[in-house]
């Protein structure tokens, strides 16, 4: 067997689906009506693959999947939008990283689709995105491919400034340990890959990564 390629990568995740709040995927849950269309969004803050730098560098991947992700029986079929500024070397690493062919928690995520795993390619696109310092928005912008927006959430009984947050989820879709702040879309809208959804009061969430290629599970 062939040893994984010597990789790391740190950053910032997040999504905005379908489905009502709250995600029921965090919770091991199946989505709602059994099917979720999505956006997920990482922001490589730090890393590198080998000897290829991967700081300040942007993926996003939209499409959909059916049944329970975390029965690992879910059939999944998307594709994914790298960042423009990434040089053929990098944009080869980041591609490597997330089909999950070199290990770490990547690898382990791929088992969920379990049922099917259809990869309509990828796609170069430039990325604008915000994600606030204390989690109170995020959103990226793809030009012609993707907008989608959320804000935390808050309520009459939430503390100012203190989005809610939750450790030790069911299903977190970063792997296990990170904190997840809840939000709320404010705008999703996908042109890409042949899907086209549109949605303004569904799920969004948002965790930070950290992954080795070397990570057990």
């Known amino acids: 067997m062939s040893a ?3 990789w790391h990568i740190v ?7 379908s489905c ?3 995600c029921p995927c965090t919770f091991g849950q199946a989505p709602d009506n059994n099917l979720c269309e999505f956006v997920l969004f990482y922001y490589i803050r730090e890393g590198h693959f080998e000897t290829v730098q991967l700081d300040d560098l942007c993926l996003a991947r939209v499409g959909y999947f059916e049944g329970n992700l975390w029965d690992y029986e879910a059939y999944v079929r998307g594709g994914a939008i790298i960042d423009v500024r ?3 070397a990098q944009a080869e690493a980041i591609t490597e990283i997330f089909s999950g062919s070199v290990g770490g928690w990547p690898q382990e995520f791929a088992k969920c689709g379990g049922r099917g ?8 696109g430039a990325f604008s995105f915000e994600i606030a310092p204390n989690q109170s928005r995020w959103g990226v912008d793809v030009p012609g491919k993707v907008k989608a927006w959320a804000k935390a959430l808050s309520g009459p009984t939430s503390a100012p400034g203190e989005p809610p947050r939750l450790k030790n989820s069911p299903g977190c879709e970063v792997g ?3 904190i997840v702040t809840w939000g709320k879309s404010t705008v999703c809208k996908v042109n890409a890959f042949g899907f086209e959804f ?3 009061v569904s799920s969004s969430k948002h965790c930070p990564f950290d992954w080795h290629g ?3 599970f």
Do not use: I
């Open 86 to 88: 990434a040089s053929h």
């Open 11 to 17: 950053g910032e995740w997040f999504d905005n689906c």
């Open 117 to 124: 795993r259809e990869s309509l390619g990828s796609e170069r």
């Open 214 to 216: 070397t990570d057990s």
């Open 4 to 6: 994984v390629p010597d």
């Open 176 to 178: 296990p340990g990170q």
């Open 20 to 22: 009502a709040v709250a």
């Open 198 to 200: 549109s949605w303004t």
